[in-house]
């Protein structure tokens, strides 16, 4: 099985860029569909997809953060970057990694991060 560590979140200001990194245990080379979720502190609704990138190289973003986050992916490295730039207060919340694939080396995959909090506060 594969675990997912996401790293790189804390405070920044109104404006500001933040690179998140999320690190699988794991070859990530065979799982189709790597992702950046969100869910504000508090807010028990569903995780919110901000950006997925799909093994073939494709990435679909949120219309809230086209333009201003880039996704990425490095499957020799087991690794996937969320960059964001020109942050908002209402981009505050906790993201998550996450590995969905039916195929892959490790069977079928939904696979989650703990989750790293990412505040945008003046």
């Known amino acids: 099985q594969v675990q997912?560590?996401?790293?790189?979140?804390?405070?920044v200001a109104p404006g500001g860029s933040?690179?998140?990194s999320c690190v699988a245990t794991a070859s990530i080379s065979s799982i189709?569909?790597?992702?950046?979720?969100?869910?504000?502190?508090?807010?028990r609704r569903d995780r919110e997809l901000v950006a997925e990138v799909i093994n073939?190289?494709?990435?679909?973003?949120?219309?809230?953060?086209?333009?201003?986050?880039t996704a990425s992916?490095?499957?020799?490295?087991n690794t996937m970057w969320l960059e964001m730039n020109n942050l908002k207060p209402e981009d505050t919340a906790v993201y998550y990694?996450?590995?969905?694939?039916t195929y892959s080396d490790f069977g079928p995959l939904?696979?989650?991060?703990?989750?790293?909090?990412?505040t945008v506060s003046s």
């Not at 990694?97 to 694939?101: F, M, R, T």
């Open 4 to 11: 997912l560590a996401e790293s790189g979140g804390g405070p």
């Open 18 to 20: 933040l690179r998140l």
């Open 32 to 43: 189709y569909s790597m992702a950046w979720y969100r869910q504000p502190p508090g807010n």
């Open 56 to 69: 073939h190289g494709s990435v679909r973003y949120a219309d809230s953060v086209q333009g201003r986050f």
């Open 73 to 77: 992916r490095d499957n020799a490295k």
């Open 97 to 101: 990694c996450n590995a969905d694939s």
């Open 110 to 118: 939904d696979v989650w991060g703990q989750g790293t909090l990412v």
